[in-house]
T-cell receptor, first 114, second 112 residues
């Protein structure tokens, strides 16, 4: 049972282009939505996160757009660079506990071509 | 700054063998987690320890056991390894009131 569905599975973008990765969820109890970035041979690292009381959060070239009514959120990478080539995971956490348990999406492998 | 340290980095096992994956964090974090990563499946939670002295099952606990040895260390044990447990295993930790998870570099496990 995949509670967070992520697409696409893989993405190829030219340098300078916009990369967009989408996630959808069903559980309305989710209250925290982070994105993690993972380089080959490394563990995931927190990139950016949002809570459902805002519709957008921007940090540098990375933006999360959040649509509460549609139960969807997406990661936009502006001016994509070869150094952004990595696997990206969306995730969600329920508000019912402070255990910190995250439910992850399936992951998207991004390749940015020079 | 070591962060979260996992050992070993690579391991090959035969079906039925047992082994323990080790994880230690030096950030004085309360909570620790074990995830497995499989292609097309993302990261799935095996077990977690919200605080020292407690452990709970995650999404995919079957075939695994854990021990929270102390605040720093959280080990994952495979009692009788199966090919379905071939995966990359990640340990993570977090401070009680901070959302951010800190991950180790992973253990690549192959069961033949």
């Amino acid at each position: 049972q995949q509670q967070v569905k992520q697409s696409p599975q893989s993405l190829i973008v030219q340098k300078g282009g916009i990369s967009i990765i989408n996630c959808a969820y069903e559980n309305t109890a989710f209250d925290y939505f982070p994105w993690y970035q993972q380089f080959p041979g490394k563990g995931p690292a927190l990139l950016i996160a949002i809570r459902p009381d805002v519709s957008e959060k921007k940090e540098g070239r990375f933006t999360i757009s959040f649509n509460k009514s549609a139960k969807q959120f997406s990661l936009h990478i502006m001016d994509s660079q070869p150094g952004d080539s990595a696997t990206y995971f969306c995730a969600a956490r329920t508000a019912t506990s402070n255990t910190g348990k995250l439910i992850f999406g399936q992951g998207t492998t991004l390749q940015v071509k020079p | 700054n070591a962060g979260v340290t996992q050992t070993p980095k690579f391991q090959a096992l035969k079906t039925g063998q047992s082994m323990t994956l080790q994880c230690a964090q030096d950030m004085n974090h309360n909570s620790m987690y074990w995830y497995r990563q499989d292609p097309g499946m993302g990261l799935r939670l095996i077990y977690y320890s919200a605080s020292e002295g407690t452990t709970d099952k995650g999404e995919v606990p079957n075939g695994y056991n854990v021990s929270r040895l102390n605040k720093r260390e959280f080990s994952l044990r495979l009692e009788s390894a199966a090919p379905s447990q071939t995966s990359v295993y990640f340990c993570a930790s977090r401070h009680l009131w901070v959302e951010k998870l800190f991950f180790g570099s992973g253990t690549q496990l192959s069961v033949l």
